[in-house]
């Protein structure tokens, strides 16, 4: 039997809930072209995002811990993977498009560049006087405008529902720019069930990296109230952690969270009028979501993160590092264009200067800024 994208779209029509985005029904693409046989539009954008240049340099920028830290901490590429895999746990259960989630999760850090808040940080303060940055929307920039991968268009050509769920990506470190995709309206379904896989995710594998790296120690979070439902979902009590009782409690945290949002995000629907994908996006609140219950412990862990994880000197140190050689590399290529790569640089005399090398630097890996540092900056080292 072959599933042609007809069928595939009935599939969808047929089977998912009444809330959902429909491939059928969207709103297309800024450049018109025929669509795939065999996948929808959806499946598409997909499979675009997977094959980009900026998705394979995902795998060589920071999360939290720089790649010489060690090969077992999280990077922006499996960051992203598990973002994608519980987007499509939460997605199949809640009757949503899991095809969309996975095309918004996969997109949804492009933009970062390396040394992840550090970085951004430094491009923020930098680009603030020449129109700021912003993670969310540089990841817009890259799927419209800087992968050059078809002749008659620039970017991926994207569907709107993509574009804008990138656009309005939020969590607890994004703000997002939402004033060319509908700010008026609420992400749709599949947009806030991407965002609450992010949180989900990156909460759990900070954990984890923190708990492995040793910069986190299990007394620094005995009294809070999710750190005891792990040990008792572990069955561990006291003594070293050994490394399968902190999966089993990573496990019991993924476990937890999404069974939070999915009762409390179905909760929530059954609460309200719903019966389409309009409806979700005129709620003055977003359905996906934690419950009262469960937000005052997890803010409590996030917290307990912030203050001795991502505070703790070796991350604060690799961070201002992060940002004073990113402003040397930034100056150093405005004050001299012809230091940069010849294409790089024949974009400084048609575009902004600034943006030109700010889309530069953003596209870096961790290991490449570094080398690019050395190269521009030590003697010793060749250019």
Request: glycine content about 6%; overall charge negative; aromatic content about 8%.
């Amino acid at each position: 039997m072959l599933l042609d994208r007809a069928t595939l779209e009935g599939v969808e029509e047929h089977t998912l809930a009444p809330y959902a985005t429909l491939s059928k029904s969207s709103r297309g693409r800024e450049y018109p072209e025929p669509e795939a046989p065999f996948r929808t539009c959806f499946q598409r954008d997909r499979d675009r995002i997977l094959h980009t240049t900026a998705f394979r340099r995902l795998e060589h920028k920071t999360q939290v811990f720089i790649t010489y830290e060690g090969d077992y901490y999280r990077t922006r590429l499996t960051h992203t993977l598990e973002v994608s895999q519980i987007g499509r746990s939460l997605a199949r259960s809640l009757g949503a498009n899991e095809d969309l989630v996975e095309a918004i999760c996969l997109a949804h850090d492009l933009g970062h560049p390396p040394f992840g808040h550090s970085g951004e940080a430094a491009l923020s303060r930098l680009m603030e006087p020449h129109g700021g940055f912003d993670h969310n929307r540089q990841s817009l920039r890259i799927v419209t405008v800087l992968e050059r991968r078809y002749p008659a268009f620039p970017g991926l050509n994207l569907t709107w529902e993509t574009r804008e769920g990138i656009v309005k990506h939020e969590t607890t470190f994004d703000s997002p720019d939402l004033s060319d995709y509908s700010p008026e309206l609420h992400a749709n379904l599949e947009a806030q069930i991407a965002n609450l896989a992010d949180e989900c995710a990156y909460t759990s594998h900070d954990l984890d990296d923190g708990l492995r790296s040793g910069i986190l120690q299990p007394e620094d979070l005995a009294d809070l109230a999710v750190w005891n439902t792990l040990r008792s979902a572990s069955g561990w009590k006291s003594g070293v952690l050994d490394e399968l009782t902190r999966h089993q409690m990573i496990r019991a945290f993924i476990n937890l969270a999404v069974t939070d949002i999915l009762e409390s995000s179905q909760h929530r629907i059954a609460g309200q009028s719903i019966h389409s994908q309009a409806d979700v996006q005129r709620l003055t609140d977003n359905l996906v979501g934690y419950s009262d219950a469960f937000l005052p412990p997890l803010e409590g862990l996030r917290a307990r993160l912030y203050e001795k994880m991502y505070r703790h000197y070796r991350v604060m140190r690799m961070a201002l590092k992060a940002e004073r050689f990113l402003t040397e590399l930034f100056n150093l290529y405005i004050a001299n264009p012809r230091i940069l790569p010849q294409g790089i640089m024949n974009r400084t005399e048609t575009e902004d200067p600034y943006r030109v090398v700010c889309d530069y630097i953003a596209g870096m890996t961790d290991r490449f800024a570094l080398e690019e540092y050395g190269k521009l900056t030590d003697p010793q080292t060749k250019p």
